[in-house]
């Protein structure tokens, strides 16, 4: 039977704990359809030390013997400026599981009423053999959010009007891996994105961006929050190791946001135990550590059933 991790490069910011969750209860389903491993409900939260925070529940069901769907939904709250934005989340997707490849396209929508939107849109094209994996990774985002800018005033002062900046474009990657032994698999994943931002106020483009909007929609000091981050690149490598109930995972993430200096990187470690037929459990640490905003810790718990 082969494994798919729907998402597994980037989407929301739960999915890495539920990724890791759905697949090792899964393996447990019985049936010989090659999708019956995507049968499975998951529900996880992240927080960091910040108080950012990600919950998020998922449902996958396969269709047919080749075909699956997922529907998602939860809450994002990110904090900028002691300011906290609440955004609600949907997800949906759908992909199909041939004989040596498997392919996916899956979107994702978060809000906070009319004032900040986004859309993303993120396709997966996977090859697996006996050893060795690989695929293509491309992504599209549309994200606006609205606001205020300071502009100067014929005595010297300034006034805020009211503006809007949006975020559009999209990103190609590739990933690949290697199981080295029956227990120990390496893989690594690394994306390149181009967006266009604009600052658009009174109905004409501003001149520059607005700091308090730039730091909204394009920078972010937590991973937790990294969903809603306009990236330029980024890169991933890590390891898992499977015992009889437990598989242990590391990773080292490495990320370039857009018009920001420095590199964000985080490394984050997850166990994800079978605590009994069906269920398995994912908690999950990590510390990002940004050279423009600093470091955070964060952590998270999934927890998902297959049936």
């Avoid at 729907?6 to 990724?19: D, H, K």
């Avoid at 998951?42 to 919950?55: E, W």
């Avoid at 483009?205 to 920078?219: H, V």
Wanted: proline share 3%; hydrophobic share 40%; net charge positive.
């Amino acid at each position: 039977m082969t494994m798919f991790r729907p998402i597994s490069q980037r989407g929301l910011a739960c999915i890495v704990l539920l990724a890791a969750s759905a697949p090792q209860a899964a393996e447990l389903t019985d049936g010989s359809a090659p999708n019956a491993n995507m049968r499975y409900v998951a529900a996880s939260m992240q927080r960091d030390a910040k108080h950012d925070q990600a919950l998020l529940v998922l449902l996958s069901l396969p269709v047919g013997e080749r075909w699956w769907g997922q529907i998602g939904g939860g809450q994002m709250s990110n904090t900028q400026d002691a300011v906290a934005r609440h955004s609600g989340v949907l997800s949906g997707g759908m992909g199909y599981v041939g004989d040596a490849w498997q392919a996916s396209l899956t979107a994702s929508h978060r809000s906070n009423g009319s004032r900040f939107r986004q859309t993303d849109w993120s396709g997966v094209l996977d090859w697996r053999g006996d050893r060795f994996g690989a695929g293509i990774d491309g992504s599209y985002r549309d994200a606006k959010l609205n606001g205020s800018v300071t502009t100067p005033t014929a005595l010297g002062g300034g006034t805020d009007v009211a503006a809007t900046q949006r975020v559009k474009g999209g990103g190609i990657g590739a990933h690949g891996s290697l199981q080295a032994t029956e227990a120990f698999t390496i893989y690594a994943a690394a994306m390149r994105y181009h967006y266009q931002v604009t600052t658009v106020q009174d109905g004409s483009a501003a001149s520059m961006s607005s700091p308090a909007l730039a730091r909204a929609l394009q920078s972010t000091p937590s991973f937790v929050s990294r969903d809603e981050t306009a990236l330029s690149r980024s890169g991933k490598v890590g390891a898992s190791y499977r015992f009889t109930a437990v598989t242990l995972s590391g990773e080292l993430v490495a990320d370039s946001v857009l018009n920001v200096p420095g590199t964000v990187r985080t490394t984050q470690l997850r166990a994800a135990v079978a605590m009994a037929p069906r269920w398995t459990v994912t908690p999950v640490v990590g510390h990002t550590q940004s050279e423009t905003y600093g470091s955070v810790v964060f952590g998270g718990l999934a927890l998902a059933h297959a049936w």
